[in-house]
């Protein structure tokens, strides 16, 4: 079959590569029909995901039709429609039957953390879903069924493997209540996605944060947010925190670690411009209000010395974060899709076959094209 393979930093290829089997009695293999890049495949391809092995298949936004299902599932059957989430999971465990199971205890045999597809052998060491077929272990929990009846096409719930449950969760487990106002950092897909629920959340005042001129245009045009470039102040927490006359009681960083930059240029940034990796903690440690919440939903990979720790201690911060449970939050993002009280596809700027997946790569991370997201389609 034909997969995007990770060749090195900045390097994908498009390549002919094994067809996946059935591996466990309950393993279900799905023929994907759409598939999406995301902001955390661009960590990866940038090096900064460790235990990246050359060939490994990426990718884990995906969608499509049951193949093949072992002799234990019960849940789906060769034919059905099926939405497969980021997270690997058991079902059965500690994390699993607490709503957390992005920390499932049994899918990550390589270590004490979650595990996901095409996200490095750290992350599970799993097959990714750019690819025309995925392996999907435990069959009977981790892939989401599509009831029969939906004619919705792929691009309306495809973004129900991460990026919709992500920024659900983001605003959800921040505490976003009617009447606050929130600041959400990044205008990318997760970002333009978490203004959205914002305002369903009941927001007075959502204001969206950015560099990239094209995002912040399509943040105001498609979801009626203030914007707010953070090049053009020299202290941009201050800036917020008196838009938000002493700050927002939520801000969310979509940001994580900086795409569009390689990571020295990143801190160098972080320093001067307060953009990338530490440049949003920073500008959030200042925007959020006394008391306030800090939801970290953009991805970082390492250790960083300059967080500012005290700061947020000495303003009673509530800081939240990680790789976000979408599993249990699928059932009730799709009826609300479903029922059309939300609609993704206005993110939506590119959609490809996966043959062009190299040149999506390339756009989506230069921020070019007026990429904002991107579609494989198969
Ligand atoms: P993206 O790279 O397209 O978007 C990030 C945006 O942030 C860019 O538009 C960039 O210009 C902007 N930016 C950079 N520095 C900034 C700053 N200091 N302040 C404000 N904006 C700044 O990526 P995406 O697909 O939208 O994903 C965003 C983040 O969410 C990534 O880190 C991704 O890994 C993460 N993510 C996390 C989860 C999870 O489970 N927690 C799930 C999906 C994605
Ligand atoms: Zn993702």
Not at 226 to 234: A, C, I, K, R, S
Not at 332 to 353: A, C, K, N, V, W
Request: hydrophobic share 40%; charged share 25%; glycine share 10%.
């Amino acid at each position: 079959m034909k997969a995007v393979t990770y060749q090195g930093i900045r390097n994908v290829v498009v390549k002919e590569v094994d067809d996946p089997k059935l591996e466990k009695s309950d393993d279900i293999v799905v023929r994907i029909t759409s598939t999406a890049i995301c902001g955390s495949d661009i960590h990866l391809i940038h090096g900064m995901i460790p235990n990246m092995p050359t060939d490994f298949i990426i990718g884990h936004e995906p969608m499509g039709i049951v193949e093949e299902v072992g002799p234990e599932v019960t849940k789906v059957k060769k034919g059905d429609r099926v939405i497969i989430p980021f997270n690997i999971a058991c079902g059965e465990c500690f994390y699993c039957k607490n709503q957390l199971e992005s920390q499932c205890d049994h899918a990550n045999p390589h270590g004490d953390a979650g595990a996901y597809f095409g996200y490095s052998e750290t992350f599970g060491g799993y097959a990714g879903g750019q690819a025309e077929f995925l392996r999907v272990p435990y069959g009977n929990f981790t892939p989401f069924r599509v009831p029969d009846d939906c004619e919705l096409e792929d691009e309306k719930i495809l973004f129900l493997a991460d990026i919709i449950p992500t920024a659900y969760w983001g605003v959800d487990t921040a505490g976003v209540k009617p009447g606050d106002t929130v600041i959400v950092l990044g205008c990318g897909p997760v970002g333009l996605l978490t203004q959205k629920f914002a305002w369903l959340k009941g927001a007075k005042r959502v204001i969206a944060v950015d560099y990239i001129q094209y995002r912040l245009e399509l943040a105001k045009k498609v979801n009626q947010v203030e914007v707010v470039d953070f090049t053009t102040e020299d202290n941009i927490g201050n800036h917020l925190k008196e838009m938000t006359h002493g700050g927002a009681d939520v801000v969310i960083d979509c940001v994580g670690m900086d795409g569009k930059r390689t990571f020295l240029e990143t801190v160098e940034t972080a320093l001067k411009l307060q953009g990338g990796a530490m440049g949003a903690i920073v500008i959030a440690s200042q925007a959020v209000r006394k008391g306030g919440t800090i939801q970290l939903v953009g991805v970082y990979g390492m250790r960083y010395n300059a967080f500012p720790l005290g700061d947020l201690f000495a303003r009673n911060i509530t800081l939240k974060m990680g790789q976000a449970p979408v599993i249990h939050y699928m059932p009730h993002l799709y009826s609300m899709i479903q029922r059309g009280e939300f609609d993704p596809t206005d993110i939506i700027t590119h959609r490809l076959p996966l043959e062009q997946a190299k040149h999506a790569y390339e756009i989506f991370d230069a921020k070019k094209d007026g990429c904002i997201k991107v579609v494989l389609k198969l």
